[in-house]
């Protein structure tokens, strides 16, 4: 490998999610425009390009962001903002100037593909700006009550917000928080079943041992347990912690009531 190749994998190792920021310092606007130049460069479906970042400067619609995404001080806080959202309403504008009826709008998939290709240039934008010595932070919270955000924003049809991105100078770091072993997320021509198992449990003695679930606990009354399992005897590493937030019955951890917002911008799911 050569030395750029060694300095993006070191990047890329070196990276954690960053929630403190100097906000006496600014971004420069030419910064912020080729973060998302170099997103658009990512892979995407078809060359459709059905994302969009919307950088938010309003500092009131940013506080009332924050307060949606459980009160994330840093999502007010960084020095840039950027609600990254689907959006198929390009694709409406597109069909209509062709003259064609837009079939595919009523299927899963277009959302699917729209999804996923706005989640590849986001993770493309966090790279570009790590690149660049910034620090940056994911916000999934912008789901808890995206009909909040559409409204905060006025986002058109088919436009829906799938992530925050916070980007800023770092104030503070956290320390690299450890990943599953290699062995639980790549196979060598098909799958295994215990090499996952073997992994998982590996990696929930070192999350134990890490102490980063330290005051996070998610609470026993979120969740219901199954008959004859005592899970307050469980130690809290990576499977107990995991278990509780894909089990809570907390609406802002399930979001249950996605598909119904999605149903009213306009995405289909036949």
Same mark, same amino acid.
């Given at each position: ?36 130049? #170099?997103? =658009? @460069?990512?892979?995407?479906?078809? $060359? !459709?390009?059905?994302? *969009? ?16 995404? #459980?009160? =994330? @001080?840093?999502?007010?806080?960084? $020095? !840039?903002?950027?609600? *990254? ?12 100037k062709a003259g064609y009826r837009y079939y595919q709008e009523q299927f899963f998939d277009s959302f699917l593909m729209a999804a996923m290709d706005t989640a590849i240039a986001a993770q493309s934008a966090a790279l570009a700006a790590e690149s660049m010595g910034y620090g940056i932070c994911m916000i999934g919270g912008v789901r808890n009550h995206p009909e909040k955000i559409i ?120």
């Amino acid at each position: 490998m050569n030395e750029t190749t060694n300095d993006f994998f070191q990047m890329v190792e070196n990276h954690r999610s960053v929630r403190s920021y100097h906000t006496d310092r600014e971004i420069p606007p030419e910064h912020e425009r080729m973060i998302v130049a #170099a997103a =658009q @460069r990512s892979s995407s479906s078809c $060359n !459709l390009q059905t994302y *969009v970042f919307i950088s938010v400067k309003d500092r009131e619609k940013r506080k009332k962001i924050a307060g949606i995404c #459980a009160k =994330q @001080r840093y999502v007010y806080q960084a $020095n !840039l903002f950027y609600l *990254v959202c689907v959006d198929l309403y390009k694709m409406k504008i597109a069909t209509e100037k062709a003259g064609y009826r837009y079939y595919q709008e009523q299927f899963f998939d277009s959302f699917l593909m729209a999804a996923m290709d706005t989640a590849i240039a986001a993770q493309s934008a966090a790279l570009a700006a790590e690149s660049m010595g910034y620090g940056i932070c994911m916000i999934g919270g912008v789901r808890n009550h995206p009909e909040k955000i559409i409204e905060i924003m006025g986002l058109p049809e088919k436009v829906f917000p799938v992530t925050g991105l916070c980007v800023g100078i770092p104030a503070k770091t956290n320390p690299i928080k450890p990943r599953l072993p290699l062995k639980g997320v790549y196979f060598d021509g098909a799958y295994d079943p215990q090499a996952v198992e073997e992994a998982i449990e590996e990696y929930d003695r070192v999350m134990l041992e890490s102490g980063i679930y330290k005051d996070r606990e998610i609470p026993l009354d979120e969740v219901e347990r199954l008959d004859g399992v005592d899970a307050s005897q469980n130690h809290y590493g990576w499977i107990e912690h995991s278990a509780r937030r894909i089990s809570s019955k907390n609406p802002e951890r399930a979001r249950a009531h996605l598909r119904s917002v999605l149903e009213k911008a306009g995405f289909g799911f036949s």
